[in-house]
């Protein structure tokens, strides 16, 4: 999955809760490169793409929900 996709799923969540960090985008942008990169450590050992998007999301929102 794309950088972008994460980063901006996660910026419009933090708005939407009014969270103090959906301004801060070095927080976004460690949050984002840490679900990507879980999304593609997980389809590179064989798990099918919703399975990792999936953990990848987990990785996003550790947390939050």
């Not at 976004?28 to 399975?51: H, K, L, M, N, T």
């Amino acid at each position: 999955m794309d950088v972008n996709y994460y980063s901006n799923y996660l910026k419009e969540y933090l708005t939407e809760v009014n969270d103090q960090r959906k301004d801060d985008d070095g927080f976004i942008s460690a949050r984002a490169d840490a679900a990507s990169e879980e999304y593609e450590v997980q389809c590179r050992g064989g798990a099918p793409p919703p399975c990792a998007q999936e953990l990848a999301m987990a990785v996003l929102m550790e947390g939050f929900e």
